[in-house]
């Protein structure tokens, strides 16, 4: 984002995002997100780590192992910088994700798993993102084919956003409609 001040803002925090999906070999879809924080300035955490001005505080990746259904195959988790050792002693208990569906009740899933002490709370935002690279990486490849929108996931999608509303010329192109969501 551009400056638009007339004075310049030194940098107190600065979080990136990266997330990237592609078909495996294997027939299944990786999903991978990379979360990584920065500060303008030289910090020591409260675990006492010293943190050199733009070196991460944070630096975590979350991966997933997805089928065409949007069935969770596999997970995994991983700090590869942190505030605190600690921090890492939660990375495991991510593979917990696997058997889990991308789609209606998985953020309530993932609070149940891993929301207060039993998680990271950056790893765990970092799901929703995921979810959502999901279906965009697998949708996406499927519309590229000149395949059409699965009905099935189409109906799931509808009143989740603006665009999806069931009442809207979208939902009524695709399936029909009004709709509402299941």
């Known amino acids: ?17 990266d997330c990237q999906g592609w078909q495996r070999d294997d027939g299944l879809w990786q999903i991978e997100v990379s979360l990584r924080d920065t500060k303008g300035s030289a910090l020591r955490s ?13 630096h975590m990746v979350i991966a997933l192992v997805v089928d ?6 596999s997970a995994t988790a991983q700090s590869l910088a ?11 208990s991510y593979a917990a994700l696997a058997g889990l569906t991308i789609g209606p009740g998985l953020n309530r899933a993932v609070r149940e798993r891993f929301g ?7 790893l765990t935002e970092m799901l929703p993102i995921a979810a959502t ?11 590229t084919d000149g395949g059409e929108m699965d009905p099935k ?19 009524r192109s695709l399936i029909g409609g009004p709709r509402t969501g299941s």
Do not use: F, Y
Not at 68 to 73: C, E, R, T, W
């Open 1 to 17: 984002m551009a400056n638009t001040g007339a004075m310049a803002r030194p940098q107190a925090h600065r979080r990136l995002i």
């Open 82 to 92: 942190a505030p605190a050792g600690s921090c890492r002693e939660v990375e495991a």
């Open 153 to 171: 996931l189409a109906a799931e999608m509808v009143d989740e956003c603006h665009t999806w509303r069931g009442d809207g010329p979208l939902v």
């Open 68 to 73: 065409g259904a949007l069935k969770i195959q």
């Open 116 to 122: 207060g002490v039993k998680g990271c709370t950056h």
């Open 46 to 58: 409260a675990a006492g780590r010293h943190v050199a001005a733009g070196e991460a505080i944070h």
């Open 133 to 143: 690279v999901a279906i965009q990486t697998i949708l996406g490849a499927r519309m």
